[in-house]
């Protein structure tokens, strides 16, 4: 059941790149920069991942990042994904999130599995919804 919402971000393609492309196998890296929030504490970050193109056509990703608030506080997440592509050429996700910090103000995210919704749009902007997973 979904819980609290932790937070929404923001974010947009920084780089894109083929990792393997054999025997119609395709895995693709994308790095990417956010802004948004966690529980009402903004925060900038970036992150990669990896979507793998499934034989169903559909896809299977993970990734990781920082994201870092204005006084220099870390939050380290890793996550893995679900999606497909979307009408028009992007890509929708739903999946999971691990956190951890050594922030005192963001420690609530220690304790909870993120479950996130991700909307990608063809231009590589994209926002993504966060909530804890009870």
Known sequence: M???????????????????????HVVVEVSFESKGSYYDTPVNGFGTYESEMRPDGNLRGEGQGVDMTADGQSVIWHGTALGHFTEGGGTSWRGALFFSTASSQLDRLNHVVGLFEYEVAPDGKSTG???EWK
């Open 2 to 24: 979904l819980g609290d919402l932790i937070g929404r971000t923001e974010n947009r393609d920084t780089g894109r790149r083929v990792l393997d492309a054999g025997d119609g």
């Open 129 to 131: 919804t966060y909530y």
